[in-house]
């Protein structure tokens, strides 16, 4: 937790997956300091004509790299996705070679009640986490 979900142009190998899944834990572990073990992430892959993604009117220049990251999470303040934001397009470009203009970021904020990672309970609500 969070729930990281990832939109991008189909193209990429596994091990270019592995790294940009990998890089992208590194920031959210980073920034929100949750356990290691809280890792999930959701792939979809898209014909280049079924993503569109422009820049706003703010002058980014977009390329097949690409990516879109809806990060679905409990409340975390400003600070901490500001610090998430940064660490994750630097850590992008480094581990996988994505310009920091073709990552979009979108934070999803929802509550404990919101959760559950199996067998039908809210674990945050039963004190399970």
Excluded at 12 to 30: F, I, T, V
Excluded at 43 to 49: A, R
């Amino acid at each position: 937790m969070p729930l990281m979900r990832f939109d991008l142009i189909e193209g990429r190998s596994d091990a270019e997956l592995k790294a940009l899944l990998d890089a992208a834990h590194e920031a959210m572990l980073e920034a929100f300091q949750v356990p290691p073990g809280d890792r999930y992430q959701i792939v979809t892959e898209h014909k280049p004509s079924r993503m569109i993604v422009e820049d706003t009117g703010l002058d980014i220049p977009r390329t097949r790299d690409v990516v879109v990251v809806q990060m679905i999470t409990r409340p975390r303040g400003r600070e901490k996705k500001e610090l998430f934001y940064r660490l994750l397009t630097e850590k992008l470009q480094a581990a996988c070679g994505i310009a920091p203009a073709d990552v979009m970021i979108s934070t999803v904020e929802n509550t404990d009640e919101d959760w559950s990672f199996g067998y039908g309970r809210a674990q945050f609500l039963t004190g399970e986490l």
